[in-house]
């Protein structure tokens, strides 16, 4: 069976939250849309408020769907739910990550970027004028 894994675009003055995946962890000391996997019973949105909560120490508001992003690896297979979300609390406290910032999708480079989230990168900077 397919894993399904969410992430969170979260949007704030032009600019969208990234997180630094700890050395270590699968992706390890790549930049990410912060998020997780679905479990059992629960809904993608669902999923999405809880991940940030756990990995970000976050509230968050799921929002609109945005993409959808197949990805097979060596390692797994799943696909790639990007939600658009909203913050209801901005006092991080990482478990997972190393770092979070502010980034304009124009600054972002996409081979800093896991696999997956590298299509995101591309239709964040698609949507932005010059």
Known sequence: ????????????????????????????GMWEFPGGKLEDGETAERCLERELEEELGVRARA??????????????AFELLVFRAELLSDSFSLTD???VRWQAPGDMDEA?????????VRLLQARRPA
């Open 63 to 76: 929002g609109d769907f945005l993409c959808s992003v197949p990805f097979s690896g060596a390692l797994m």
């Open 1 to 28: 069976m397919k894993t399904n894994v969410v992430a969170a675009v979260i949007e704030k003055d032009g600019k969208v939250l990234v997180a630094l995946r700890k050395p270590g962890l699968m992706a390890g």
């Open 97 to 99: 990550h190393d770092e």
């Open 112 to 120: 800093l970027f896991s696999e997956p989230d590298r299509p995101v």
